[in-house]
């Protein structure tokens, strides 16, 4: 009979690292996916029908108060955390030592803890909402009101430099649609959210949130799909 002795060349044989698995990837991916979308739409369909809300005077964050406020904070917190989710998948799914894989996720996580955050501390009662409540700016600015206002800056940069750390790393793939489209949609948000202020309309502001927080959404597709196409041999 032959002989099935392991050789030392057997025996000396370190096992493989196992890869993260491909279905858990794709999963986090996905999260990814769905959070830019599903963010908007339920701002968008609650600015619209919320009694006594106005999108051109009252901030999305607003939308945080009164009887029906608990939408938007469930809204705040399930999109931040399948924003969270997405960054790991993000992490899983660039190969390592290559740009965006560090900071890039990390700052897609970020923003999906400053999404956290906002649904954690809600703002203050102001400019006549709710119903009810005086109108200009809040009375005082209670101290979850003050923690809120973190929400938007800590968000708006995170999401921004991680735009360009990505361009950065389409520019040098050669992919120069990604790369336009990953230095225009920061461009957009930030010349938005400041044009809201003068034009006294924060539908820009939204406006341009929707821009980025979708540019968002379609990095974690980009991935998602390249993952679920076969490696060709």
Known sequence: MPSHTPTSQHLNQAPAAPAAPAASTRALLACGVVAGPLFVLLI???ATTRDGFDPRRHPL???SLGDHGWIQIINFLISGLLVVASAAGLRRALQAGTP????GTWLIGMYGASLIWAGLFPTDPAEGYPPGSPDGGPVQVSWHGALHNLAPVGMGLALSVACLVFARRFARDGQRGWA???VLAPAAY???GFAAFPAHDYRLMLA???LIWIWASALNLKLLIEQSTPAKS
């Open 44 to 46: 968008v369909g609650q």
């Open 61 to 63: 964050s607003m939308l």
């Open 100 to 103: 965006g894989r560090t900071w």
């Open 180 to 182: 336009v489209y990953s």
């Open 190 to 192: 930030l010349v938005l």
């Open 208 to 210: 341009g949130g929707a």
